[in-house]
Structure formats: C-alpha cells, structure tokens
C-alpha cells in the first residue's frame, strides 16, 4: 500500500525546498493536502512526480507540477484575508491548497465534469471556503477578487481577467516573452496595470482566447 503522507514529506522536501520554495504557509498546506484525491486513480502512485498530471475531458486540461505550483502560489503573496479566483482549477487541488491561505477561494474550470469532480474533492476534504463553478470568467458575476491566479500560460492576459480584480488586487499568471513564459505578477490600481516578471518557468497554455490589454511597466 502507498505511503501517501511519507511521498507528501518528500514532495516538500525534494522538490519545493530544493526550488526555492521557503514560504511556511505553501509549504504547510502542499504538505497536507492530498494529492493523490486529485489525479486519474491509475495515476495515484504518481501523484507526487514532479511533473504535470493530463486530467481527461475534451480541453486538454492538467493539473501543475508541485514545485511549480508553489513557487507561483509564493510568488503570489496570499494572506488569510484575500478572496481568490484560482482560473483553470482543473480537479481543485491548487484550489484545495489556496482554502488553506485565503479567506475564500472560488476555482474556475472550463470544464464541466471537472468542476463537479473538484466540488466532491473539496467537499470531501470539508473545505467550506472553497468551491468551483464551470465555465470561462463571466460566471464570476459581479464578484470581485483580491488574487486571480491563473493555472496555465497565456499569450497576454485578457481584460476580463483583470475586470475582476479589486482595485489594490493582482494577477499572477504565466505569460509568453518571445520563446518563453515568464512568471509575473500584475497590481492593478485604478484604472492602471503595472507587470513584473519574477521567473521562468513552463506550462501548458489555459483553454482560453484572451484579448490583448496593454499594461504601463
């Protein structure tokens, strides 16, 4: 039988240490949440590799290699006052992993069948603070966010995406530079958007088709 919390140990260990992952609470929380919930059963002793899980459907979706996913989720400074939109949530786990540093996550998939998987995967781990709804931002409404942080690579980041930012918020997302992606965070203030790239990084893209909006650097 799988020892699943000694693979978590290691994980943390070998994988997010080594990569300069040193914030407490993103180490804490990867520790303990259960990955293996989250990926196809026969890739459930896989689920600790350092390297993308495919999740099925019709959109090519996946789930982020751990290291990566924790040196974005440290990049993106989350407090546990924040209210955050984690786009392109796939099966939940990043978003299983954001309930544990902020107020309230709501995860967004474009697909249908995973969004319902990721509501059982949360709700079966008792996360309140979290949940996914199906579908592309529109489905958010009227609802604002401190945090959007976008679980695959864009080629430039859509003005819808920051239409839900709160004014003070960010976006943390992978964005294409020529022949590579560049892990940057956006601050939005007023009616202006400021961008720094912090590290390079890989992923595959978001289903998505966003619309060029032109940031003030």
Do not use: C
């Amino acid at each position: 039988m799988t020892d699943f919390g000694r693979l978590r140990a290691v994980m943390v260990d070998n994988q997010l240490r080594t990569s300069g992952v040193t914030d407490w609470g993103v180490l804490a929380q990867m520790g303990a949440v259960p990955r293996e919930r989250f990926v196809p059963a026969e890739r459930q002793a896989l689920a600790y590799i350092d390297d993308i899980h495919w999740l099925g459907g019709g959109r090519e979706r996946f789930m982020m290699a751990p290291a990566t996913l924790a040196k974005l989720l440290q990049l993106a400074e989350i407090n546990d006052t924040e209210s955050v939109l984690d786009v392109g949530a796939g099966t939940g786990y990043a978003t299983a992993v954001i309930a544990g540093l902020a107020a309230s996550v709501v995860g967004l998939e474009a697909d249908a069948a995973l969004a319902q998987a990721a509501n059982t995967n949360l709700t079966g781990l008792g996360l309140a603070n979290a949940s996914v709804i199906a579908g592309d931002v529109s489905a958010v409404g009227t609802r604002m966010f401190d945090l959007v942080f976008v679980e695959g690579t864009l080629d430039v980041v859509a003005d819808a995406l920051l239409g839900v930012v709160k004014d003070g918020g960010r976006l943390v997302a992978l964005v294409r530079d020529g022949g590579v992606s560049v892990a940057s965070v956006f601050v939005k203030t007023g009616s202006t958007v400021t961008a720094r790239g912090e590290f390079n990084a890989t992923l595959p893209a978001l289903d998505t088709t966003p619309r060029t909006v032109e940031f003030v650097f």
